[in-house]
């Protein structure tokens, strides 16, 4: 069974300030997602990493995927208070029995105050 | 709106109830899936299904539970005879066909309740 456990579970921080969540396995996937969750809504893909060692940037958001394929970062350059919600990592195989199938981990619960 | 649909947004149910959730992926997908997201859990898998076909059930409850795919229709996942413990968020995900199966695109999702 894959697991993803990501850090801390809870980020409480001040507008302005810098912060970074980290997803962690002792497997391999072959691409990992981070999506965000607004409570009583769904999860919004933000970005999908396939390549290890692959940084995307989105805006203030800087995602990267390990060189081995097993872990993943979500950095967060000044947040701002939009950003408080939910993150997810998921992570995905290409193949076999496990294709289509999106392990996530246990999400972490970010708030940015103002 | 061109998303994944969910309907209804909050269902309740009485122990003993059929629940009937419902979902249309987004335009130009035919890849569905059902994920179930417990109070103080993360989202955990269900099942995959393409039109007309069940891909991957390995994370279906053996009883109670069903999901399709109709050629025509939206996908539908069905509880039978609910009991409380089957009270959660459920989300339904699409992909496209012929495209990267992990970029999955959730829908607003389902609450159930069971009284």
């Known amino acids: 069974t894959q697991l993803l456990e990501q850090s801390p579970q809870f980020l409480s921080i001040q507008e302005g300030e810098n912060l970074t969540v980290y997803c962690n396995s002792s497997s391999v996937f072959s691409s990992l997602q981070w999506y965000r969750q607004e409570p009583g809504e769904g999860p919004v893909l933000l970005v999908t990493?396939?390549?290890?060692?692959e940084v995307k940037k989105l805006k203030r958001l800087t995602f990267q995927f390990g060189d081995a394929r097993k872990d993943s970062s979500l950095h967060i350059t000044a947040a701002q208070p939009g950003d408080t919600g939910l993150y997810l990592c998921?992570?995905?195989?290409?193949?076999?029995?496990?294709?289509?199938?999106?392990?996530f981990g246990q999400g972490t619960i970010l708030t940015v105050h103002p | 709106n061109a998303g994944v649909m969910q309907n209804p947004r909050h269902l309740v149910r009485r122990r003993g109830q059929e629940a009937r959730l419902r979902c249309s992926p987004m335009?130009?997908?035919?890849?569905v899936y059902w994920y179930r997201q417990l109070p103080e859990e993360g989202l955990k898998f269900m099942v995959y299904l393409q039109k007309e076909n069940i891909i991957d059930e390995s994370g279906m409850p053996k009883e109670r539970f069903s999901a399709e795919f109709p050629k025509e229709g939206p996908s539908i996942l069905r509880i039978q005879q609910v009991v409380r413990g089957d009270s959660a968020a459920y989300f339904c995900?699409?992909?496209?066909?012929?495209?990267?199966?992990?970029?999955?695109?959730f829908g607003p999702g389902t609450r159930l309740t069971v009284t």
């Open positions: 998921a992570g995905a195989n290409a193949g076999g029995t496990s294709y289509g199938k999106l392990t």
């Open positions: 990493v396939v390549t290890g060692g």
């Open positions: 335009k130009g997908h035919s890849h």
């Open positions: 995900a699409s992909s496209p066909a012929g495209g990267l199966a992990h970029e999955q695109y």
